[in-house]
């Protein structure tokens, strides 16, 4: 049987006798416990070190009456239930009484014990009723926290699709007030492309709910909501329909997660995808015409960066004009400059030319803004929202400028990579058509040719892994396409290195554990493997652990065969499975490295210190160059456990 805490009751009356009398009788009840006091004053006074769950007061005493005490201790806050107990049966008093705050008033008089038996019920029905509201008080708080803390997003709708309820979650997210957000129906929060798919999907739910009331309906996909600054906001979406005790639908809950950042992800994969593509195209169009190389290398980054107009414009010797040579077709059919190609002076000219004065990357994502640096636009170019433009260089010197405009969210870094890196590679193609003219006449200039050909290969291991891509998707041989694949697996390892480093505030260290994440998922999609086939456990210590680029070239390496090696040989026959990475720093230049998978195990009539395998091959003098120790635990699974020291940096000279 759960405890209960007894009824702490204050019991003020004048009459010493009453106050005896009334204590003895309620103090019959075990969970009852009562102090009793001879005035309104002292009463007040106890209060103030002393909480009590009931009071019950006279009506008629000296200095402070009942009325008096009930109208003190409402003002000063005090919410305990109060009971006027008195032998003044007045209508007007006992009006006073309740317009004042009182829960109950009970009159003296006729047969004590009922008298008493009803002022003990109801002192046990006003707590009993307290504890009920406190409870509730309680579970609403709780609520509250929850939902204003909780990360997710839930919203309710009505069968109308008219919003109900949106945590706050939604606010810090989206940009929009709570008043906002549910001022709009549904379908209004959704992107254009999402309204049609989950107002199909409510239509289906009360349909089939009416032919089938005890079945739950609910459907879980991704949704891209509008933010209040025009971006983006995707929750993976659980949708349920609500119905009725009568089985009848009442509305719908949906249920977001955050999936912007893994969109986001995503939508930077297919973009370095289309990008290799790109720069793949780009190399190959050697043979055609400038323009033609031109204009399909400014056509993509419009694609790549979301915008729909930009330009291309050449520089003189000196810097001190630029000439307009190429505008894309959308661009040039809205766009009515009299004067094409358009020279320009870089002293009279404003954004358009900013790159060129700056040398570096200019965005500006509100074009419409007060600006010193604009001198407005030529007659007839087209309105600008946005702008972003870089400048092309050719050794110290700017030959060219880029821009483009009018995306319908910020320029990010990440366009300004997008159009560095396509419009160098067609500057560099275009370069390269010139330096093949001039080949013929010099060995120099083959040699120099060479050079630059090495040069490029170096710094464009993309490049190369996108070129290993299409070669094995042309190559029907499954041992040749996995040989393939591998060696693009091991040249994304070493350019993944090379991103983290970018990306890190200290250029000259990998943040291991993103690099760890982003491998991961490179080799999951190298091998076509899915996270309900094959989970994977990352664990780094320290969680903020980092190395130099030459320790973490081969630990990297590392990681990527011996992981390769589980997708390939731990789960066979689509089998499913977990692999555990963990790393860690046990002293300033010692680190341990664990790969493990719980699948078929290691064969144990194979030396993996002593193999034919390219793969385990390259571990072995990976772990010797890393001055480390290997070993292998087949008992359960496949256990790899390497101890290495970090390769100390070159000393700059």
Excluded at 91 to 116: S, T
Excluded at 271 to 292: F, H, N, T, V, Y
Excluded at 552 to 569: F, T
Aim: proline share 5%; charged share 30%; glycine share 6%.
């Amino acid at each position: 049987m759960p405890v209960t805490s007894p009824v702490n009751v204050m019991f003020v009356d004048d009459e010493e006798v009453i106050c005896d009398i009334t204590r003895r009788f309620l103090e019959k009840d075990p969970d009852i416990k009562v102090d009793t006091f001879l005035s309104a004053e002292a009463a007040l006074e106890a209060l103030k070190t002393r909480r009590y769950d009931v009071i019950v007061s006279d009506y008629e005493m000296p200095g402070l009456d009942g009325i008096a005490f009930l109208k003190q201790l409402k003002s000063t806050g005090n919410p305990t239930p109060f009971i006027i107990f008195s032998g003044k049966g007045r209508e007007a008093v006992i009006i006073e009484a309740l317009n004042n705050g009182a829960d109950f008033y009970l009159q003296k008089g006729g047969d004590p014990q009922a008298l008493f038996a009803e002022l003990r019920n109801q002192i046990r029905h006003i707590d009993q009723k307290e504890k009920a509201r406190a409870a509730l008080r309680e579970s609403e708080e709780r609520y509250r926290i929850i939902t204003e803390n909780m990360d997710d997003t839930i919203w309710l709708i009505d069968v109308n699709q008219n919003l109900t309820f949106i945590s706050p979650s939604a606010e810090r997210k989206r940009g929009y007030s709570s008043k906002e957000l549910r001022s709009m129906p549904l379908l209004d929060h959704l992107a254009l492309p999402f309204r049609p798919v989950v107002l199909d999907i409510l239509t289906k739910m009360i349909e089939g709910s009416k032919k089938d009331p005890n079945h739950h309906f609910t459907r879980t996909l991704d949704l891209e909501f509008r933010n209040k600054d025009h971006s983006s906001y995707w929750a993976e979406t659980t949708i349920s329909l609500i119905k009725k005790p009568d089985g009848t639908p009442a509305g719908f809950m949906g249920l977001g997660r955050d999936i912007t950042e893994r969109k986001k992800a995503e939508a930077v994969i297919r973009a370095e995808s289309e990008r290799a593509k790109a720069l793949l195209r780009i190399s190959q169009m050697g043979g055609k015409p400038d323009d033609e190389i031109a204009r399909f290398a400014l056509g993509k980054t419009l694609e790549l960066t979301g915008s729909p107009v930009g330009y291309l414009g050449y520089t003189c010797e000196d810097e001190s004009e630029i000439t307009m040579v190429y505008w894309p077709v959308k661009t040039a059919e809205e766009c009515t400059v009299k004067e094409k190609p358009l020279t320009l002076k870089v002293s009279e000219t404003g954004l358009l030319a900013e790159a060129i004065r700056q040398r570096k990357p200019v965005i500006t994502n509100d074009y419409a803004a007060p600006s010193p640096l604009k001198k407005g636009l030529p007659e007839g170019h087209v309105p600008l929202t946005r702008h972003m433009n870089i400048p092309l260089f050719e050794k110290d010197h700017i030959v060219a400028v880029v821009g483009v405009g009018n995306k319908e969210t910020d320029y990010t870094e990440a366009d300004v990579q997008q159009l560095t890196l396509l419009m160098d590679a067609m500057w560099r193609v275009i370069e390269k058509k010139k330096a093949d003219a001039l080949i013929l006449s010099s060995l120099h200039e083959k040699e120099m040719l060479l050079k630059e050909i090495h040069h490029r290969v170096k710094n464009n291991l993309q490049i190369i892994g996108s070129l290993l891509y299409l070669q094995s998707v042309n190559v029907s041989d499954p041992f040749t396409q996995g040989i393939l694949r591998e060696c693009r697996a091991r040249v994304k390892s070493m350019a993944l290195i090379h991103e983290k480093l970018y990306r890190s505030k200290d250029i000259g260290r990998i943040p291991f554990v993103t690099y760890l994440e982003g491998l991961v998922d490179a080799l999951k999609d190298s091998y076509g493997v899915d996270d309900d086939r094959v989970t994977f456990d990352i664990a780094v210590t320290p969680e903020d652990l980092t190395l130099n680029i030459e320790t973490g070239i081969p630990c990297g390496l590392l990681v990527n065969e011996l992981l390769s090696n589980s997708l390939k040989y731990a789960f066979p026959d689509g089998r499913t499975g977990r692999i555990r990475i963990e790393i860690g720093q046990t002293a300033p230049r010692n680190y341990t490295l664990v790969i493990a998978d719980n699948g078929v195990g290691f064969p144990k009539v194979v030396d993996f210190r002593n193999t034919p395998s390219l793969g385990l091959q390259l571990v072995n003098n990976l772990v010797s160059q890393l001055d480390g120790e290997i070993e292998l635990d087949s008992s359960a699974g496949t256990k790899f456990s390497i101890r290495f020291a970090g390769i100390e940096e070159p000393v700059k000279k």
